[in-house]
């Protein structure tokens, strides 16, 4: 754990820039196709399994600007304790995330692979898979560099 006060180490993005445009590159492609209160979720569940205060500060703020509800966002942690509040789809595409971010045992169960594959179709699969490996790439970037978010 670092301290509250911790400051950020270096600027990765403007050390090496080519580095930030094509993370830039990856978001935007991982993100096509997808529902954006979807890959919200998905961002910010990744984000709190990461210990990214960053990318939480922004992702929770996209999520409220594309019309997702603040009690799902402040149940997202909780999100298998919260009933029938998220989706099926929802719960499958969660669960994939936090399996891909994770990867406790160094692999993505087949059971939890093929749940998220009942709720996507190939593309959306794809999508989905590709958008938890560019916030998982964003979290270890400003968590190691302790990025922090602006105070509002």
């Not at 209160?37 to 910010?44: M, N, R, S, W």
């Not at 789809?89 to 994770?102: D, G």
Request: proline residues 3%; aromatic residues 6%.
């Amino acid at each position: 754990m670092t301290s509250s006060n911790a400051s950020e180490r270096i600027n990765l993005f403007k050390q090496v820039p080519d580095v930030y445009q094509a993370m830039l590159g990856l978001d935007t492609a991982a993100r096509q196709g997808v529902d954006p209160i979807l890959a919200e979720l998905v961002l910010t569940r990744a984000s709190q399994i990461n210990h990214c205060a960053w990318c939480l500060d922004m992702h929770t703020k996209d999520a409220l600007k594309a019309g997702e509800r603040s009690q799902r966002l402040h149940l997202l942690a909780a999100w298998e304790e919260t009933g029938d509040l998220f989706t099926a789809k929802e719960r499958a595409a969660l669960t994939l995330t936090e399996a891909v971010t994770v990867l406790t045992d160094g692999f993505v169960p087949d059971a939890v692979y093929d749940h998220a594959a009942e709720h996507f179709d190939d593309q959306e699969l794809g999508q989905l898979i590709s958008l938890v490996v560019a916030i998982n790439a964003w979290n270890r970037i400003s968590v190691s560099t302790r990025r922090v978010p602006p105070v509002s």
